[in-house]
């Protein structure tokens, strides 16, 4: 079942709202009626207190009250302009801006940047508990690290344009972080990985906090290259993942020779980086997120979040199979589509029992 917002939610959180109304009804539809439904069962809520000027000591004009609802419906389209702008054939939703709805619309074959982007809401939703009725314990849920893992990689292949490495823990392959840690930086191709744990280093680790290694060689194929240190971020605790600081510390506890100075810090999240961003009272909207991007990436470099990986994830899956080859991942990409595909069925056929 699909909780109810407010009108004081955000816009990018109600347009999330829009987007996934659509994905569970069988219409596939969803539109303005449907989110001011959703206002007024808010407002049913908490008792219609608002709707009384205490003051005046008169009930307030209905008129008046839904002046900003109306408003905030307006940015709510923009926002979902703004997405399908951004995404081109990757936005899995028709947005009729005159007619106020949302259409959820997938390419008759399977569309990647599609897939990830709905793969992305559907976690969202999830780690937001906006969907009720799919807990955390359920095996769906348990698969969502590893595949976020998975839409991280192609969103690392399509915008480094190199090879990958899905570093992260659990692995596909199941192995110990040194021998996965030699077999990543083999194909890196410089780097020596410490035989053994030194003394007063930890002795058991699951990443090193590090997830996705990505680089891009040179035709010689020597060191001094384009080179990235990601982590993945499903839940909501992303701002406490600076992975800029985990460099030295990675390099210098598990490396005797280091595979690079220098290096991209990454960070690969399902939300969008502005979506707690409040409406500013005093510039455009478009300009208070521009800041507010550009204030999260002084601390964690490269943000990949829901429109950027969906958009990436479609390039990297559009290259020619050579390419495809050299990023982790790419051929677990069916899991992804398939785990969209029956959480997508789990959530309807509950929302359509309650």
């Known amino acids: 079942m699909l909780l109810s917002p407010t ?67 307006e940015n709510v389209f923009d926002e979902l302009e703004f997405r399908a702008t951004c995404l081109g054939s990757s936005y899995p939703f028709i947005v009729d801006s005159q007619r106020r709805t949302v259409r959820a619309e997938f390419s008759a074959d399977i569309q990647y940047g599609q897939v990830v ?22 095996q769906t849920v348990r698969q969502l690290e590893l595949l976020f893992q998975v839409c991280a990689c192609l969103a690392a292949g399509g915008y480094f344009g190199g090879e990958v490495s899905s570093f992260g823990f659990p692995r596909a392959e199941g192995n110990a ?42 035709p010689d194929r020597l060191p001094a290259k384009l080179y990235s240190l990601g982590q993945c971020a499903s ?44 409406e500013p009272a005093n510039d455009s909207y478009a300009s208070a997120r521009a800041r507010h991007v550009a204030f999260h990436e002084r601390k964690f470099g490269v943000i990949f979040d829901r429109l950027r990986i969906a958009f990436h994830a479609a390039m990297c899956m559009g290259s020619p199979a050579s390419v495809r080859h050299t990023v982790d991942g790419t051929t677990r990409a069916i899991e992804v589509a398939n785990w ?13 029992a309650a």
């Open 7 to 73: 009108a004081n939610d955000t816009r990018s959180s109600l347009a999330d709202w829009l987007e996934l109304q659509a994905l569970f009804s069988v219409r596939r539809l969803a539109s303005r009626g449907d989110l001011m439904n959703a206002f007024d069962i808010a407002d049913d809520e908490r008792e219609g207190r608002f709707s009384f000027d205490v003051e005046a000591g008169e009930e307030l004009d209905q008129g008046i009250l839904e002046e900003p609802k109306t408003a905030l419906i």
């Open 117 to 138: 982007y709905t793969f992305c809401l559907l976690a969202t939703a999830l780690r937001e508990k906006v969907v009720s009725g799919l807990d955390e314990q359920d």
């Open 177 to 218: 972080f040194l021998p996965a840690l030699r077999t990543a930086y083999g194909r890196f191709g410089y780097g020596d990985v410490r035989v053994a744990a030194e003394e007063g280093n930890p002795h058991a680790t699951k990443d090193g906090g590090i997830d996705v290694i990505a680089w891009r060689d040179h």
């Open 235 to 278: 839940g909501k605790n992303w701002k406490q993942k600076p992975v800029a600081s985990e460099f030295a510390q990675f390099h210098g506890t598990w490396f005797t020779t280091w595979p690079a100075t220098f290096c991209v810090p990454a960070l690969y999240i399902p939300f969008l980086i502005h979506d707690e961003l409040t």
């Open 340 to 352: 969209v595909n029956e959480t997508i069925a789990k959530a309807t056929r509950r929302a359509e």
